[in-house]
């Protein structure tokens, strides 16, 4: 007996941009998730191999009539077109729960295969407390271990052996070390802001045309141009409100982060070691790292209780003191794994930054 078939080989090819938007009240009180979206629907000459993917929710209302407040959303923009896709939601669900983000990408895969994906979590972001507030569910938020959950799972489900190309926050102080470290085990690339940001957030109607003209683009220069097209709309805004302009954005390139966590695990050995059981070695430790540049304060200059400070600037602090000088040549030799890891960083003149923050909570007051 014989038979005969006719298979069809399709190249994958292409970006999907999947933006998970939970609005909350930057929504509800001044519609600037919906100011973004209709940044996104301006841009014209969107390419077939560019897929643009929103799920909209967390909010109490919306600016835009045609997005539910009373439950979540999907919708396709396609050609300056904004197109529900589903609409089977029955309830508020939650943002800040990971089988929600799992859900939206799960759907986002089967139906929408390309050569990359790239994932925008659009809100508030709180450093180790985590991003996506929603504030119709008690303002529950997405750590950094269930947003890892999250995409892990999604990927396992849909047969996605290869990691996604990249992730950004359009969120506040997301620049952290944990937070990087997490994503690492499935993104290629990382965009955040170690500073709050500035709530219009992305200048989308800046970057899109990057990625219309080039939607093969490698993850980590497309992320430059995010960060960078953000730089120059905030300035411009800041010079308009006689602000200084404090914004910060940075590109990790996330296969340079073994080797990141390795060097900074080696001063953190040493530092052990000289602590020891000395309480107070330990309270000077986290007041040496307390003195360099703190993000996310209040508008008097106070600690929100954030604890995130920019790491070149608090080992410094660290080296420089006779207690903990010996770990200065681990400290170089970190530098360069940062550096290396850290493939864009921009910051404006108010400030100062590295690119990258470390978590340090409550001057380290470990009870011995």
């Given amino acids: ?102 859900s939206f990408l799960e759907w986002g895969f089967e139906n929408y295969q390309s050569d990359k ?23 529950d938020s997405l750590s950094a271990d269930e947003v890892y959950t999250a995409v892990k799972n999604a990927r396992a489900n849909k047969g996605i052996s290869d990691k996604l190309e990249w992730i950004t926050y359009d969120a506040c102080l997301m620049a952290v070390q944990d937070v990087a470290e997490y994503n690492s085990y499935n993104f290629n690339y990382m965009l955040s802001s170690q500073e709050s940001e500035a709530g219009y957030g992305y200048d989308y109607d800046a970057w899109l045309p990057t990625l219309y003209n080039n939607p093969g683009i490698n993850g ?74 703190e993000y996310g304060l209040d508008e008097y200059g106070d600690s929100c209780g954030f604890e995130i400070y920019d790491m070149k600037e608090a080992l410094n602090k660290v080296k420089a003191n006779a207690t903990f000088s010996s770990i200065s040549s681990k400290v170089n030799a970190f530098y360069n794994a940062l550096d290396d890891m850290v493939i864009y960083e921009e910051h404006g003149e108010a400030t100062t930054g590295c690119g990258i923050c470390i978590f340090s909570p409550c001057y380290l007051s470990i009870p011995y």
Wanted: proline content about 2%; hydrophobic content about 35%.
């Fill in 117 to 139: 994906y790239g994932l925008i979590l659009w809100n508030h972001g709180g450093a180790m407390g985590g991003c996506c507030f929603d504030e119709n569910n008690g303002d």
């Fill in 220 to 293: 980590g220069d497309l992320l430059e141009v995010i960060g960078h097209t953000f730089m120059v709309e905030e300035k411009n805004l800041f010079q308009t409100w006689g602000d200084p302009f404090d914004q910060t954005q940075s590109v990790y390139d996330l296969s340079k982060m073994p080797a990141y966590k390795t060097a900074f695990e080696a001063i953190a050995s040493d530092l052990n070691s000289i602590i020891g059981s000395n309480a107070s070695r330990a309270k000077s430790l986290g007041q040496l790292i307390a003195q360099a540049r």
């Fill in 1 to 102: 007996f014989t038979a005969s078939c006719q298979i069809t080989v399709k190249e994958v090819v292409g970006t999907t941009v999947m933006i998970y938007m939970c609005g909350a009240d930057l929504e509800s009180d001044n519609g600037l998730a919906s100011m973004d979206l209709d940044e996104i629907l301006s841009v014209s000459g969107q390419p077939d191999e560019v897929n643009i993917l929103v799920e909209t929710g967390g909010a109490k209302s919306w600016r835009k009539s045609q997005i539910p407040n009373n439950k979540l959303a999907r919708w396709e923009i396609r050609n300056r077109q904004f197109i529900k896709k589903s609409d089977s939601f029955t309830t508020n669900t939650n943002m800040g729960l990971t089988s929600t983000l799992q």
